[in-house]
């Protein structure tokens, strides 16, 4: 005979690969049934109707009650919860119905570093979804806001294809490489362009902040629109003690102005968290590097802010076929010479802790 509790404490364990709390947890399992003969048979209540990880559960679930002893054959099914299961299940996991920007603030865990840099086309985007990864290979938890409402494209860095879950009032990240992922490009079609004035702006960055259930993760990246407009302005409101992470390129007029995303950062009280060079060098098939760039303008930016340059990352042809084809470099080489530079940086990252500190609330005129 199967131990039956064994079974609905192996299922029970499972966790809902959105949500990440168990099912036992979320109280999603409706029924199960042993026969003699081993047959587990179990009705698993949704979030949602055709929840788009319907597929992954059955997997895991099956898997899971295959591991108890005895048991022959395993049939998933699934419902869907009611309308005031959905809210209170959305209240309990978000720990209330807060309207507040709690994420990065007093008392949560989470380090909010945005990646940011005065001008466009230095890799902000590549440096934020490598990074992300690195951290997430160190067993970190980890979360992307693509700012970039204009030119989003975190998602096809990362091979994210498919939008966020809508449960209730709450949008849940898709994940994938271990990293959670929220952009505009999943709200605008192909053919559209976004065409909002501050207001606007400000309201989308708060419903990225507020809305989406990201459960308190030990870092979340924010990859910057260029400048030092709106955007910057309203997130230095809402996560006062983010730390910036500066972005430039070796040549010298790129390091001139990303010097400004640094300024900015000063201005409203973000700690800097350090300065990475992109596109350092290139390593011929001779093992020569060549600074195709120019040289020296991320250390120069370093030591004009005072803070440390804490990582430089080669040009690799990885880096710009990963961005394509939604493979980061990490993923596509991992012992390539542009991951261990990620490496590198998530190490030097992790050590870098932000400073306590009281942080006055930002006055916008």
């Not at 951290?135 to 975190?154: C, E, K, P, Q």
């Not at 207001?199 to 507020?210: D, G, I, N, S, Y």
């Not at 409203?268 to 390593?283: A, D, K, R």
Request: hydrophobic share 40%; net charge negative.
């Amino acid at each position: 005979m199967v131990d039956v509790e064994a079974v609905r404490s192996a299922i029970g364990a499972v966790e809902d690969p959105e949500i990440h709390r168990s099912l036992a947890d979320l109280g999603m399992i409706r029924s199960l049934e042993v026969s003699p003969q081993g047959a587990v048979s179990t009705l698993i209540a949704l979030t949602i109707p055709g929840c788009p990880l319907k597929d992954k559960l059955t997997r895991d679930i099956t898997e899971a009650a295959r591991g108890v002893v005895g048991v022959t054959s395993v049939a998933v099914e699934f419902t869907h919860m009611t309308d005031e299961e959905r809210g209170a299940l959305v209240t309990d996991i978000r720990g209330g119905a807060t309207r507040e920007v709690t994420i990065g603030g007093p008392g949560s865990r989470t380090r909010v570093i945005a990646v940011s840099s005065g001008k466009g086309g230095v890799g902000k985007s590549s440096i934020t979804a490598n990074l992300a990864v690195a951290l997430a290979r160190l067993g970190r938890t980890v979360g992307v806001i693509d700012a970039d409402v204009w030119g989003f494209s975190i998602p096809r860095m990362l091979g994210s294809d498919r939008p966020p879950t809508v449960v209730g009032e709450t949008l849940m990240p898709p994940e994938i490489h271990g990293v959670r992922v929220m952009s505009m490009d999943y709200f605008v079609r192909p053919d559209q362009a976004v065409i909002w004035r501050g207001p606007m702006l400000h309201k989308a960055m708060e419903q990225f902040l507020v809305d989406v259930y990201w459960d308190d993760p030990d870092y979340l990246l924010i990859d910057m629109p260029p400048g030092t407009g709106d955007i910057a302005l309203s997130l230095a409101q809402f996560l006062p003690r983010a730390q910036a992470l500066i972005v430039t390129t070796p040549q010298p007029t790129a390091q001139r102005v990303a010097k400004r995303a640094g300024l900015m950062a000063r201005k409203v009280n973000q700690e800097i968290l350090g300065v990475v060079e992109n596109m350092s060098w290139f390593t011929g098939d001779d093992g020569k590097r060549y600074p195709i760039f120019g040289q020296g303008g991320g250390q120069e930016l370093a030591d004009e802010l005072e803070v440390p340059l804490l990582g430089q990352i080669p040009l690799v042809p990885a880096m710009r076929e990963g961005a394509d084809v939604g493979i980061p470099a990490m993923i596509a080489d991992p012992n390539g010479e542009a991951s261990r530079a990620f490496e590198a940086l998530a190490s030097e990252t992790e050590a870098r802790k932000p400073r306590v500190r009281a942080h006055p609330q930002l006055v916008v005129r």
